[in-house]
């Protein structure tokens, strides 16, 4: 079993800017991927950003990319997502999620098996 607890969401201005901390415990060596999805009412999930935890490999939706980063403190089991240039439409709940296989598939919700209580992000115009 892994265990995910985010943090680090709030409110902010547009041109704004948030680091997510996601918190990994238990069996974390049987993590492959780490991933961030985002919703926001009344929409359906929507993936952000991955890495591969084998590497550095990194991968960003287009919506997102240039804008947001994600890393890992493997010393920490801590996954980071730092979020630059805000605009209101990423306002949702942020979710991070934990893949147990090296799948192709990053953007997909089910290649995730372990998922976090999500953090609130709001980007106010």
């Known amino acids: 079993q892994v265990q995910l607890v985010e943090s680090g969401g709030g409110l902010v201005q547009t041109g704004g800017s948030l680091r997510l901390s996601c918190a990994a415990s238990g069996r974390t060596d049987r993590m492959y991927i780490l991933g961030w999805f985002r919703q926001a009412p009344g929409k359906e999930r929507e993936w952000v950003t991955a890495?591969?935890?084998?590497?550095?490999?990194?991968y960003y939706s287009a919506s997102v990319k240039g804008r947001f980063t994600i890393s890992m403190d493997n010393a920490k089991d801590t996954a980071l997502l730092q979020m630059i240039s805000l605009k209101p439409e990423d306002t949702g709940v942020y979710y991070c999620?934990?893949?147990?296989?090296?799948?192709?598939?990053?953007?997909?919700?089910?290649?995730?098996?372990?998922w976090g209580q999500g953090t609130q992000v709001t980007v106010s115009s």
């Open positions: 890495i591969r935890l084998s590497g550095t490999t990194s």
């Open positions: 999620a934990a893949s147990t296989r090296g799948s192709y598939y990053y953007q997909s919700p089910g290649t995730y098996d372990y």
